[in-house]
């Protein structure tokens, strides 16, 4: 599976954005999909994750009530919708996918695809 995401930019705090990552190959459905982010100095850190089946759901606490994860299986895409966005959001935000089928969040070490990262900057 090769991932590509995009949709980064660079936005105001309060302001929303939506990040899409595109998966080819036909066996995108049987994948879990996660997004995480890195900002400079930092390590990658768990954003936003959805099962195989996009039946759940997991999100970090500190994007929890502003974040929105789904997954368009006829289109080999996930995207993640986030609103309300402040400074400490800046980071790259990458996709990745796992074929783990027991229960989510997984970890960085547990996912077997990854997307090249799109940045996102969010100025006060």
């Known amino acids: 599976v090769q991932l590509q995401a995009s949709g980064g930019g660079l936005v105001q705090a309060g302001d929303s954005l939506r990040l899409s990552c595109a998966a080819s190959?036909?066996?995108?459905?049987?994948?879990?999909m996660g997004w995480f982010r890195q900002a400079p100095g930092k390590e990658r850190e768990f954003v936003a994750a959805?099962?195989?089946?996009?039946?759940?759901?997991y999100y970090a606490d500190s994007v929890k009530g502003r974040s929105t994860i789904s997954r368009d299986d006829a289109n080999n895409t996930v995207n993640l919708q986030m609103y309300s966005l402040k400074p400490e959001d800046t980071a790259v935000y990458y996709c990745?996918?796992?074929?783990?089928?027991?229960?989510?969040?997984w970890g960085v070490g547990e996912y077997d695809f990854w997307g090249q990262g799109t940045q996102v900057t969010v100025s006060s």
């Open positions: 990745a996918a796992t074929r783990d089928y027991g229960l989510g969040p």
């Open positions: 190959g036909r066996t995108f459905r049987r994948y879990a």
């Open positions: 959805i099962s195989w089946s996009g039946d759940s759901t």
